[in-house]
């Protein structure tokens, strides 16, 4: 064992060299949803923050938009396609059950000599797939590895069910995780070289008891697609929405509290928060009980609703390109959602834009 506590990262520096974003160019607005469905402008904004959302062009499955946001975030790198060591894609709407989505997308991206694996840990898998990628980076296993957090929800969502349709949206955000060693000059973010940039360490949690408040209940092993199935809609996410809203509320803050102790920071330390984007209220409600100020808060659940793993490297790529993540900034990275789960992950802000 190191002598570092626990869910501190240790072995080689690891750091991201590299952001991409995607969204699709189609947006709904609440105004919209209410021509189909029992709802309105007022209730969404008031009881989500929501605003709008996008949706993907029919025909397009989450790789594609995962591939859209993983070229860009390997040209900020600097990144040949080929030098990716493993390519881990997190998604609650995969193409398929099998393969996996992150196979498609390292093929049309070029990475052909990388492994290529999906995280499932529901809104919480960017962050999951944030720590499996900087574990493998540290350990020596990768030099680079390439995270995407891909969705396109709207193919998974009961467009007859107003408590859930208004709360979700298409598109994907990824990330190149490097170690410091092996960044150099020259991309368009300058990478890393000479930076400071360091991913610090991850709180990652479950609780199974909540399996049941956020889920797709067919099409598993547990319920096989049948006539039965598709006529009772069960291929569509069904949620419990007070015992995910009471649980996000509390689990946000505590999580928060355990990966700064584990780093040896603290709130007050916390330049930029980014929590994954379900809800303004949730949001508003962590934010309260961590007691960070309102300004060092990154939101954009407004315009583009829920889009599960892809919110918080959305987030991101909009931070940086609004200038609010500079040199040296600790930034607190926050998911959570279905499992239930949550990943929190504590980061130093480098030089060359990560
Ligand atoms: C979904 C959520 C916004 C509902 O808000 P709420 O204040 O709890 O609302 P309720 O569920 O109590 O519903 C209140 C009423 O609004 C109705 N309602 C639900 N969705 C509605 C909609 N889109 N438009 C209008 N009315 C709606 C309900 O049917 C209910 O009507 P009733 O009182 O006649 O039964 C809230 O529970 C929430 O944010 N949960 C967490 C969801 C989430 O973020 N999930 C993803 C986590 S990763």
Not at 66 to 80: E, F, I, P, Q, W
């Amino acid at each position: 064992m190191s002598s570092q506590s626990l869910g501190s990262l240790s072995g080689r520096p690891v750091t991201i060299t590299g952001l991409g974003a995607y969204l699709p160019s189609r947006v709904i607005t609440n105004d919209d949803l209410s021509q189909t469905l029992d709802t309105s402008d007022e209730w969404i904004r008031q009881r989500t923050g929501i605003r709008e959302r996008r949706i993907a062009d029919p025909g397009l499955a989450s790789s594609d938009l995962g591939v859209m946001a993983a070229r860009s975030a390997l040209a900020d790198a600097g990144l040949a396609p080929e030098e990716v060591g493993l390519v881990v894609t997190a998604t609650i709407s995969p193409d398929q059950l099998m393969p996996a989505t992150a196979a498609r997308v390292a093929y049309q991206c070029g990475c052909l000599a990388a492994g290529a694996y999906d995280v499932s840990a529901g809104c919480s898998g960017f962050v999951f797939a944030l720590a499996m990628a900087s574990s493998a980076v540290a350990a020596g296993l990768e030099d680079h590895v390439l995270v995407v957090g891909a969705e396109t929800i709207s193919r998974i969502l009961d467009w007859e069910d107003r408590s859930t349709a208004v709360l979700f949206g298409d598109g994907a955000g990824a990330a190149v995780v490097s170690a410091v060693e092996a960044t150099r000059q020259g991309g368009p973010s300058g990478g890393d070289a000479g930076g400071s940039g360091r991913i610090l360490g991850f709180d990652l949690g479950g609780d199974g008891s909540g399996a049941d408040y956020l889920q797709i209940p067919a099409g598993g092993s547990r319920l096989p697609a049948s006539c039965a199935t598709v006529q009772a809609r069960q291929h569509y996410m069904q949620m419990n929405g007070h015992e995910v809203y009471r649980f996000a509320t509390r689990v946000v803050a505590e999580s928060a509290a355990r990966v700064l102790a584990r780093c040896g920071r603290r709130t007050e330390d916390i330049d930029l928060f980014v929590p994954h984007q379900a809800n303004l209220r949730i949001i508003e409600g962590a934010v309260k009980k961590l007691g960070i100020p309102e300004e060092r808060v990154f939101t954009n659940v407004d315009r583009y609703g829920n889009t599960s793993c892809a919110s918080i490297p959305l987030c991101l790529t909009e931070a940086r390109a609004e200038g609010r993540l500079r040199p040296g900034d600790l930034v607190l990275l926050m998911g959570f959602g279905a499992g239930l789960s949550w990943g929190a992950c504590l980061l130093e802000w480098g030089e060359g834009g990560v």
